[in-house]
């Protein structure tokens, strides 16, 4: 299926399912290669990112520990630049080499918004590994150490994320057509 709809818009097809795993093996390899010597707690930034959390987890040879947290700042097709902490982060951390995991970094909010979080925790490193960014969005300075796929400012649905709670299913990534 090229064209999709979801709710009350049309998506097209953008990234095929295969491009995608492989870029996400890719990631899951160099995250093998750097933490071979660790045991890195991955938190998982639900609900979208737990679809690219088990595609990466499957590629991980290390051992590593992991924690969902949830926030939220979209609703429909644009941030409301609000965030809402739903889930904390009820791990200790103290020492740990944090990897956060995301399915999307978009202006970088929700990442500063958990890296804040993390500040008065003591963890030993925080590291950023997302399966799409979108570099013309991003408003912030922090770096982004794993990307699986760098992609235009357009709005994606697939592979856990959603349109108002629809799309997540999708193998193939697809791009609203029309926005
Ligand atoms: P940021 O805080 O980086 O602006 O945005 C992160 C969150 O916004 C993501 O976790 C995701 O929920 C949502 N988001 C940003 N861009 C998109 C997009 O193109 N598609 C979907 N479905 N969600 C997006």
């Known amino acids: ?13 953008f990234i095929d399912s295969q491009t995608i795993d492989m870029a996400i093996e890719t990631t899951a390899l160099q995250i093998n290669e750097e933490y ?14 737990m679809f690219f959390a088990v595609d990466l987890f499957r590629h ?6 992991m924690s969902c947290i949830k926030l939220s700042s ?8 609000i965030l809402q902490e739903q889930l904390g982060i009820k791990e200790n951390v103290k020492n ?8 999307i970094v978009d202006t970088g909010l929700t990442y ?20 799409t960014f979108k570099p013309d969005s991003y408003k912030k300075n922090y770096p982004i150490h794993y990307v699986a796929l ?3 400012s357009r709005f994606i649905v697939g592979r ?20």
């Open 1 to 13: 299926m090229d064209i999709i709809t979801v709710g009350d818009k049309q998506f097209e097809k």
């Open 36 to 49: 071979r010597d660790d045991v890195p707690l991955f938190l998982v930034t639900l609900n979208g990112a």
């Open 60 to 65: 991980l040879t290390i051992d590593f520990t």
């Open 74 to 81: 979209y609703e429909g097709t644009g941030s409301t630049g």
């Open 96 to 103: 740990r080499r944090i990897i956060i995991l995301e399915d």
């Open 112 to 131: 500063e918004y958990i890296v804040k979080m993390l500040e008065n925790m003591q963890p030993r490193d925080v590291r950023m590994a997302t399966m």
């Open 150 to 152: 760098t992609i235009p």
């Open 160 to 179: 856990g994320l959603d349109y108002n709670g629809l799309g997540r299913n999708y193998n193939d990534i697809y791009q609203v057509i029309n926005e």
